[in-house]
């Protein structure tokens, strides 16, 4: 059974920062890329970083030097650290794999504004 569960996220204020985490379950996932995505209201979802099992790493360039990818295998977790948010970064987050699959789990909404 494939599940995935977001958490983390809240309203920050311009250069604040947040720690998101995803809890994944599904064997489709172990050997998988894992990567967070983000949706902003009339805009598509948007993939802006991704980890390979073996820790090979890409960023968006709208979020480079600010967010760091990592990832817990034992624990099936992937996490994204966001610093120096900016107002433009307001979405909902989402992980899953890369390629993404055909589930989704809720999403943590992150809300940048001061």
């Known amino acids: 059974q494939v599940q995935l569960v977001e958490s983390g996220g809240g309203l920050v204020q311009p250069g604040g920062s947040l720690r998101l985490s995803c809890v994944y379950s599904?064997?489709?996932?172990?050997?998988?890329?894992m990567g967070w995505y983000r949706q902003a209201p009339g805009n598509e979802r948007e993939l802006v970083a991704r980890?390979?099992?073996?820790?090979?790493?890409y960023y968006a360039d709208s979020v480079k030097g600010r967010f760091t990818i990592s990832r817990d295998n034992a624990e099936n977790t992937v996490y994204l650290q966001m610093n120096s948010l900016k107002s433009e970064d307001t979405a909902v987050y989402y992980c899953n794999s890369v390629p993404f699959g055909r589930s989704w789990g809720q999403g943590t909404q992150v809300t940048v504004s001061s």
């Open positions: 980890i390979t099992n073996t820790n090979w790493i």
């Open positions: 599904g064997s489709i996932f172990v050997r998988s890329a």
